[in-house]
């Protein structure tokens, strides 16, 4: 009988919690790029071996870029992008500059793009090819 009993007051208070449980704004993920970059890359003054990557914004304009493996990381801010860009795919674009490929924008989306700023003071010289292209994918990013 008090086994009985029990369980009608388990299920009651589960039948008067349930709304509120239900209720709960589910919190969706930050977006997430994930990157295999085929080449040794700068951001800023850091350089990153070739590998598989990370980015995430951590800020309104700040990104965090970290390395699948070892503890190469960086946090970089970084500057609109009026235009949009004609491809609808996830990508970093890097340029090569003074025989380095230096990370300069990422896109998450067609609409949705950010440009990093050349370090104050410092003259880039472009050679050879100037603009690569990496494909990349996005987790949360529409």
Known sequence: MKSAVFASGVA????????????????????KISVDVPF??????????AGHYTVQP??????????????ASVTFAT?????????GTTRLI??????????RE????????ARIPRPQGEQFRTVGEPRVEVPAS???CN
């Open 12 to 31: 009651l208070g589960l039948l008067l919690i349930s709304p509120w449980l239900n209720a709960q704004p589910t919190r969706q993920a930050p977006p």
């Open 40 to 49: 040794d890359f700068m951001v800023g003054h850091v350089m990153f071996p």
């Open 58 to 71: 951590v800020g309104s304009r700040t990104f965090h870029l970290q390395a699948a493996r070892g503890p």
């Open 79 to 87: 500057g609109p992008i009026s235009t949009p860009s004609p491809a």
């Open 94 to 103: 890097f340029l090569q500059e003074n025989r380095h490929y230096q990370l």
């Open 106 to 113: 990422l896109w998450m989306n067609s609409s949705i793009g």
């Open 138 to 140: 996005c987790a949360a």
